[in-house]
T-cell receptor, first 116, second 114 residues
Framework: DTGVSQDPRHKITKRGQNVTFRCDPI?????LYWYRQTLGQGPEFLTY????????KSRLLSDRFSAERPKGSFSTLEIQRTEQGDSAMYLC??????????????FGPGTRLTVT | AQSVTQLDSQVPVFEEAPVELRCNYS??????LFWYVQYPNQGLQLLLK??????LVESINGFEAEFNKSQTSFHLRKPSVHISDTAEYFC????????????FGTGTSLTVIP
């Protein structure tokens, strides 16, 4: 068990460019979550998947944001036409509803996005 | 929607002194409660959780938290802190019916002073 991994760890992009982040959950976890954390704030929920189905989306997830989990394993979060307000740490977490620790979410190290 | 309040954004404390990090939540229904710790340049790590049963829960590194339903609080305490406890601490709640999204507080930065 290597934990949740995210790639890249840091991304600097110019305003208007598209970016894509990847998250690999713990292998047996079928739930995957995306959060956004800005400076001085706690993580804010964006969306979550159970297997390949996206079951819930926050109002924070504007139409410039899209998340996928095509095979129920890794997930990608894409931001189109980035804005400076998108600068934040993007966190991924996973959990397993069928395990004894089903209510615990395990977090990755995050991807820090800076939009210039 | 549920919300979590961590009133203390920064808490400096001397080594070996006790500490309490406060967490209050707003919900009229049952909740699950969590404390996560984030060390510099690392991800969030689960410190302890309350799901049901005993209202006092403990972590392996000496932290404890007590669920107080009447005061809607879940304060984190440690009787004697170490330098290595310096980190950001986040309180979070979730809905037991769904167990999906977590609602986090804004965090408390604990700095242990030698």
């Amino acid at each position: 068990d290597t934990g949740v991994s995210q790639d890249p760890r840091h991304k600097i992009t110019k305003r208007g460019q598209n970016v894509t982040f990847r998250c690999d959950p713990i292998s047996e976890h079928n739930r995957l979550y995306w959060y956004r954390q800005t400076l001085g704030q706690g993580p804010e929920f964006l969306t979550y998947f159970q297997n390949e189905a996206q079951l819930e989306k926050s109002r924070l997830l504007s139409d410039r944001f899209s998340a996928e989990r095509p095979k129920g394993s890794f997930s990608t979060l894409e931001i189109q036409r980035t804005e400076q307000g998108d600068s934040a740490m993007y966190l991924c977490a996973s959990s397993s509803p069928t395990s004894g620790r089903r209510y615990e979410q395990y977090f990755g190290p995050g991807t820090r996005l800076t939009v210039t | 929607a549920q919300s979590v309040t961590q009133l203390d954004s920064q808490v400096p404390v001397f080594e070996e002194a006790p500490v309490e990090l406060r967490c209050n939540y707003s919900s009229s229904v049952s909740v699950y409660l969590f404390w996560y710790v984030q060390y510099p340049n690392q991800g969030l790590q689960l410190l302890l959780k309350y799901l049901s049963g005993s209202t006092l829960v403990e972590s392996i590194n000496g932290f404890e938290a007590e669920f107080n339903k009447s005061q809607t609080s879940f304060h984190l305490r440690k009787p004697s802190v170490h330098i290595s406890d310096t980190a950001e601490y986040f309180c979070a709640v979730s809905d037991p019916n769904t167990g999906n999204q977590f609602y986090f507080g804004t965090g408390t930065s604990l700095t242990v002073i030698p």
